[in-house]
């Protein structure tokens, strides 16, 4: 089992940044990915942006030249900083893991809210 805390989430103004974090706990030496997940009512989650263990990235492409994910092994943590950001980008927003095994979880979510 992994466990997921996040923080960092909160209210910008359009133009503005903010830096999610997300630490796992638990099994963790069985992550492979880690990324982050958004979500606005009435529609699907979707990717934003994860890294492999090896360091590669993908990015959707609405947040490319915007958003940077990071990851820190050895805290178990991923980050996302989040630049330029604009009203689209208003979401909740959710850390993933994908283990080894391809077993993945969530964390809770935090709202980010760009005010135009």
């Known amino acids: 089992q992994v466990q997921l805390v996040e923080s960092g989430g909160g209210l910008v103004q359009a133009g503005g940044s903010l830096r999610l974090s997300c630490t796992a706990s638990?099994?963790?030496?069985?992550?492979?990915?880690m990324g982050w997940y958004r979500q606005t009512p009435g529609k699907q989650r979707e990717l934003v942006a994860d890294?492999?263990?090896?360091?590669?990235?993908h990015y959707a492409d609405s947040v490319k030249g915007r958003f940077t994910i990071t990851r820190d092994a050895a805290k178990n943590t991923v980050y996302l900083q989040m630049n330029s950001l604009k009203p689209e980008d208003t979401a909740v927003y959710y850390c993933h893991v994908r283990t080894r095994l391809y077993t993945g979880y969530w964390g809770q979510g935090t709202q980010v809210t760009v005010s135009s």
């Open positions: 638990g099994n963790t030496l069985s992550i492979n990915v």
């Open positions: 890294i492999s263990s090896d360091s590669s990235t």
